[in-house]
């Protein structure tokens, strides 16, 4: 009997058949009408469905889980109801969307992620027919199907790949003599644009100007803070995979001391082996691709924006990228989250995991180049409109945000720089009049596109839901028109954004243009703004620093009045032609453009040091440690100039059989748990200032979390 008549047939005498399992079931005459409502994308993976429990089922999932540890799957959730729902719906296993990170399995469990299972069953089984089934019963409390990320940009649209040796003899939108360190900065208009380039050619149409100041400001912000960087923020570029070993990223690249890259061993505990850079989540391994067919080094060129190598004479600039000429230990941290690999991109389980993932190894931002159409988009351009609220959108795709809401709630630190994460994602390039989601999540921050004249990008996304505007380049608006402007004549600018990037899978460089690359100008930005934060040992709550990153920005409603902006439009199915642009329409649409400068002004003038900085001071962390086990923590970290002050530890009278502690290496406070039970540590600073720190001695639980 055919899979989905059988299931239609079981469902019709399911009342009867487990009655005693209290399961309702619909039955026949009542399917179409039940079925009416259950969507079902196009892309959702057959036979797999992914659910979230309700936490009274913890308990029965956890001795489930630990009787399956030594099984090739999970093939019973241990609850009668939904196991007998599920053996209709044909032969199944059940596996957690999260693996078990034992350093964050509490604060997982904590926000309801352990509940999230991936169930798979017979492929020909109709997947409204078994949402339809699966969601009458009260153990299970969301369902979605597991479906696949979707680009921002539009993979057709090559990049204009160059060599390094090309760079030499260019052309600069900007003369840089006083910072001789960064060679090619001058052709990294989104950086610092002074306008004073002119075109050597006449157009047929009118000619796109470069003006002064339509950059995110980072001369300013370099100049108060010339480090450009620190190690300790880390950005996960959730993209294609990014490549590790270009010259002008390897430095600063996150590094995971414990793992040695590419192996079968998971030598740091944390549920992925070998994942020394990042993790591919596309093929679920350790080995980040760039170079398969299908590849456009997306990821590469996004990570360089953010932080390429600063003041190493060769390749170009990140926006934080430090100074290694001056401050060899400077510069952001890029982790790789592969999301997309070749034609292939991640599940939503797996890109939920790479979100997760990132929290939990120490990323503070989250990259994010991708996701859904526009609710506004075009369908005579081929797009399919995708979510139109947050309401929608959560309830289309409730463990996306569930994931995305974990970043933005548990990356970062109570006792860092950041308490919270900050996720950053692309408007979109349809040329709608509303973002895509999850970049239009009011708890996401969303960013378009300008060209270098402060106008709209062409293809950019906008409305209210913006929060950003950066340089994401328009090459049609500064292409030749008539053109493909495929090749670059050095002599023709052509307004794209220069980074890194992966040519036939050697390192190199080129120009790129889309929302996916203002937005990594934004997430540069805020890691410069949060690496400045980290030097003067201020801390944030992660919504405080994205309000004081909107608070900083520059106005650009004022430019968008009572005119109008020529471009080429070049994807006109009867050719090249040219478009009017009304600047009236984005207006409260667009944001405010990124400036790093008065960012860094906002959280330290050194030149109104009596303005008392943003933030609040750091603060020791409390300290747990099991029985017979050690924590350290680096007492430098927490206070200005920290590498030089002298600390002295003293110890509650009520200590001596809870803990041990002292001071080691002049910073390092080490405490040693004795037996089960709390006291306090009192740390005195330079003599002076005194920080009284909670101790808690506890054994570690029998799944391995404190």
Known sequence: ?????????????????TACNDIELPVQQGVETELTDIFVPEDATEGELLVKFVPEMTDILDRMAEEAA?????????????????????????????????RHEERARANGMHLWYIVRFDENTDLKMAISSLRQLGEISKIQCNT?????????????????????????????????????????????????YTAPYDFSQEWAPIEAGADVNCREAWDIYPEAGD??????????????????????????????????????????????????????????????????????????TIAAV???????????????????????????????????SVSLAQEARAIKYAADNGAVIIQCSWGYNSALAN???????????EEEWGGLYPLEKEAIDYFIHNAGSPNGVIEGGIAIFAAGNEYSAMPAFPSAYSKCVSVAAIAADYTPAGYTDYGVEVDFSAPGG?????????????????????????????????????????????????????ALGLSYAAKLRRHFKAEEFVELMKSTARDLDHRYTNKTKIYHYNHSSAGYSTVQMNLNDYRGKMGKLIDAGALLRAIYDPENPDREPAGSDMRIPNITVAPGETQTIDLAKFFVNGENLTYVVGLAHTAAEVADAKIVDDTQLVVTGIANGVTTATITVNGGAKHVVAITVRKAGGNGWM
């Open 310 to 344: 600063n003041g190493n004479d060769k390749g170009v600039c990140g926006v934080a990228g430090g100074n290694k000429k001056e401050y060899p230990n400077s510069g952001v941290r890029i982790m790789s989250c592969q999301v997309i690999d070749g034609m292939y």
């Open 379 to 389: 369908m005579m351009q081929g797009f399919t409109p995708g979510p139109a609220s």
């Open 474 to 526: 328009d090459t049609e608006y500064y292409g030749v028109l008539g053109e493909n402007n495929e090749g670059l004549d050095w002599e023709k600018p052509n307004g794209g954004i220069l980074s890194t990037l992966v040519i036939n899978g050697n390192a190199g460089y080129g120009y790129y243009e889309g929302t996916s690359m203002s937005c990594p100008h934004v997430s540069g930005v805020a």
């Open 231 to 304: 190690p300790s923020i880390i950005v996960a570029v959730l993209d294609e995979g990014v490549m590790w070993s270009h010259p002008d990223l390897e430095d600063n690249m996150w590094v995971n001391e414990d793992e040695t890259y590419g192996s079968k061993e998971d030598a740091d505990g944390n549920g992925y082996a070998g994942d020394k850079y990042g993790y591919n989540f596309v093929k679920d391994t350790p080995i980040l691709c760039w170079s398969e067919t299908y590849d456009t080094g997306h990821g590469t060129h996004v990570a360089g």
């Open 148 to 196: 696949t990320l979707k680009r921002i940009d539009n993979p057709s649209r090559k990049p204009v790949a160059i060599g390094s040796n090309r760079l030499k003899g260019a052309p600069r939108v900007t003369e840089l003599a006083d910072i001789k360190s960064y060679e090619h900065l001058g052709f990294q208009w989104g950086y610092i644009n002074e306008g004073n």
């Open 70 to 102: 030594s099984a090739p799957a999970m093939t019973r959730s241990g609850i009668p109801s939904t196991d007998e729902v599920l053996r209709i719906l044909g032969g199944y296993e059940l596996e957690r969307v999260f693996p078990v990170d034992p």
């Open 1 to 17: 009997m055919d899979m989905k008549r059988r299931l239609i047939y079981a469902l019709s005498i399911g009342l009867f058949v």
